[in-house]
């Protein structure tokens, strides 16, 4: 059974920490197909957290078809994250590592670099909206 | 409500046992010698109306070897009022004073309901409480009240049916006092001052017009000689009704002193008599009926306004 | 639909000159967990209190699922109150309060008190009790009840970080098993904003901002850029809070689309500056989208 933790200072929404920490056990496989989720009272009773985030982050997650809820039993895992869907995007990963090596060469630090993609995801963004 | 009360004020319930089993006791050890002393002087055989010889110095005798005892037990008037210092008093003060309203009034129990049950729960208690005292006074003082009747107010105040009615007075008057003063100690000075302001008014100014007292006239020399009467009053009054002063009745023995005749045949002779006015022992009960009754009357006045004066506390 | 947990409108409590609240309007959602903060005598314990039946309104009104909070008894079972200190009789027993509960309760769960007062010997005195203790068990009360709306006034205060989160789990559970609405007062924020997901500030005795924190964060961005008179910047729709320091100025503004110039480094707020923010007196005025704004020196 998975054990949520919550990071408050992260600046991300508990629900989206709850998400990502149940797709994250799907990669790498702590989690599988017929696991059951601990019961929105245990998360709370565990986190202090309120019942509705749970509920939401649960909702999100049988939206996405990841988990099912069965009436008066639980929430389990319905299909696991195909490692295929990451090699799906293993070109962008390659181009973006090469592209993070000249970053580095050009003497860009961590900062540097995060706010340069912040920036122009941001722009990009716009434009995609406008 | 019912337990919630008796755990609340259940240690009250105690204190007013152990109270009434001292009374009990010190009852039963100073009544030893009391009736052995009206055996012995077959005192008996005194009982007014019968008044056989020997009974005029028997009597004081006897009344004056116990009046101490007697007089002592007028403090127990002061028993009723207990009952509102002890149990009225802190019964809504104490839960403003600490807070605990907060929590009391909250539950499902409206504010009314809980002090409304409260208080018929607890005046249940205290007209059992003082009913009992009572009754124990009455015992204690029957050799007394045979010989001195009870009307007059060392024996009414503290027998009969009026006992209950004070308390339930007093514990009304705490109760009110809690919610008006929210502080246990100022509720319990108010209700003291009330109680004993409310009580001396009644005594001394109603209780002796309950009822037209009736007159009787006797000769000016001689003694009232009304055992068992409540005396209200003995005026000296000359032939025409006019009350005679202490001064002039001074001056006329004098007189017949210096003339060398016995004063009280020259009193005789001057017209002066003497007007009593008293209440017949025969209207104890009637007066302690009209007396309780006003007590009750606004003992349960006085819970009306606690009723809707506790939906706006605090305001 | 069931009527709002509570409604208050153009709300007001006098005692004696002093106005404690003043035209106070707020609908709180169903089912929501409301973080009411605010410096102290703010006007959160009044408010608690008038909806918890204590007080009445000096003027306005107010309703708990539709009734009056003085009415009958009956709201009176449906709300959960723990007032500040967590009053309690102190010479009772721990068994002694469950039982006054059940007893003046006519709907008690008692498996809800007994899972909250786990560890706790029922024969301890209320005053032998330690603050986390009594406010386990001032919770317990509450929730025994199976109210609709549960009221915490500070219960918080004066508990150790640990005790205090055991409380938080334990409130946060009962609330998960009755499907309640909470209200919890606190002056400090860090206590309460891990599980609000709603927020009312209070400040002298109005409301300075509500609703969901969700969208609050979502709205407001902490903008940070070098300092320079302001005019309208295109996705800020009101300027809440401005600072500067050096040569730097620091904006907390009301969003309303992305922030494209790129002088202007962006970032989320947490709730703590926001409230902070909002608590202050003097907020700005909006900076026009269309007329030029006078120069503003900060000299």
Redesign the interface.
């Known amino acids: 059974m998975i054990e949520f933790h919550l990071d408050p200072q992260s600046g991300v929404a508990t629900y989206l920490q709850i998400v990502r920490q149940v797709k994250d056990a799907l990669r790498l496989g702590t989690l599988d197909v017929g696991d059951q989720l601990p019961t929105v009272r245990e998360v709370v009773a565990d986190l202090a957290v309120n019942p509705n985030t749970v509920a939401k982050a649960y909702r999100d997650l049988e939206r996405e078809g990841l988990v099912v809820a069965r009436q008066g039993r639980g929430t389990f895992i319905a299909s696991t994250l195909a490692p295929a869907s990451l090699q799906h995007h293993a070109e962008l990963r390659q181009e973006l590592e090469r592209w993070l090596a000249s970053a580095w060469r050009a003497g860009l630090d961590e900062e540097s670099i995060r706010a340069l993609v912040s920036t122009t995801l941001r722009e990009s963004l716009a434009r995609r909206v406008a | 409500?019912a337990?919630?009360t008796w755990?609340?004020h259940g240690s009250q319930a105690f204190g007013a046992l152990g109270l009434l089993a001292a009374l009990v006791v010190a009852a039963v050890l100073t009544h030893l010698p009391i009736a052995s002393a009206f055996d012995h002087d077959s005192l008996s055989a005194c009982l007014p109306p019968a008044a056989r010889t020997g009974c005029d110095i028997i009597v004081p005798h006897f009344e004056g070897q116990f009046g101490g005892l007697v007089t002592a037990t007028r403090v127990l008037a002061v028993l009723p009022l207990l009952a509102g210092l002890f149990v009225g008093a802190p019964l809504i003060a104490r839960e403003l004073e600490?807070?605990?309203y907060?929590?009391a009034?909250?539950?499902?129990?409206?504010r009314r309901?809980w002090l409304l049950s409260k208080t018929l729960l607890l005046a249940g208690g205290t007209v059992l409480a003082a009913g009992a005292a009572s009754l124990v006074v009455m015992w204690w003082r029957s050799p007394f009240d045979m010989l001195e009747g009870r009307i007059g107010p060392s024996g009414f105040d503290v027998e009969g049916i009026v006992v209950p009615a004070y308390a339930l007075f007093a514990l009304a008057l705490g109760v009110l006092a809690g919610l008006l003063f929210r502080r246990t100690v100022a509720a319990m000075t108010a209700t003291l001052v009330a109680f004993g302001a409310t009580r001396f008014l009644v005594s001394g100014f109603l209780r002796p017009h309950f009822m037209a007292p009736l007159h009787r006239v006797i000769a000016a020399s001689a003694t009232s000689g009304m055992p068992g009467d409540w005396v209200l009053s003995n005026t000296l009054v000359d032939g025409g009704g006019r009350q005679v002063s202490a001064a002039s009745e001074e001056l006329a023995v004098l007189h017949a002193q210096q003339a060398g005749i016995d004063p009280h045949t020259y009193i005789l002779t001057l017209g002066w008599k003497r007007i009593i006015s008293y209440q017949p022992a025969g209207r104890f009960w009637t007066f302690q009926f009209l007396e309780a009754g006003l007590f009750v009357g606004l003992a349960v006045a006085l819970v009306l306004v606690s009723l809707w004066l506790v939906?706006?506390t605090?305001? | 639909m069931s009527p709002p947990p509570l409604v208050a409108h153009g709300l007001g409590k006098r005692f004696r000159r002093e106005w404690a609240l003043r035209e106070l309007t707020l609908t709180i959602p169903t089912g929501a967990v409301v973080g009411l903060a605010g410096p102290n005598a703010a006007g959160k314990s009044t408010l608690l209190s008038l909806a918890a039946g204590m007080l009445a309104p000096s003027e306005g009104s107010i309703a708990v699922l539709g009734h009056d909070p003085r009415g009958t008894p009956e709201v009176l079972a449906e709300i959960g109150y723990v007032a500040q200190g967590a009053p309690l009789y102190r010479s009772f027993r721990v068994s002694d309060t469950i039982e006054y509960a059940r007893r003046t309760n006519s709907r008690w769960d008692g498996e809800i008190a007994v899972e909250l007062l786990t560890h706790i010997d029922s024969r301890t005195k209320v005053g032998a009790l330690s603050a986390g203790e009594r406010a386990r068990l001032a919770l317990a009360l509450a929730l025994g009840k199976r109210p609709r709306l549960v009221l915490l006034d500070e219960p918080f205060a004066s508990l150790d970080p640990l005790a205090g989160r055991e409380l938080l789990q334990l409130l946060m559970d009962g609330v998960a098993e009755l499907g309640a609405t909470v209200i919890v007062a606190s002056h400090v924020v860090s206590d309460i904003q891990r599980v609000c997901d709603h927020i009312v500030l209070l400040s002298s005795g109005c409301v300075r901002l509500e609703g969901n924190v969700e969208q609050l964060l979502e709205s407001h961005r902490l903008l940070t850029g070098p300092r320079r008179p302001l005019g309208s910047i295109r996705g800020v729709r009101e300027v809440v809070r401005e600072r500067h320091s050096g040569r730097q100025l620091t904006l907390l503004a009301i969003t309303d689309g992305p922030i494209v110039d790129p002088s202007w480094t962006v970032d989320p707020v947490s709730l703590e500056e926001l409230l902070l923010a909002y608590m202050a007196p003097e907020r700005l005025p909006t900076p026009q989208a269309t007329e030029r704004v006078p120069l503003r020196w900060h000299g």
């Open positions: 409500m337990w919630v755990r609340q600490f807070g605990t907060r929590f009034w909250t539950q499902g129990v409206s309901g939906r706006r605090p305001a």
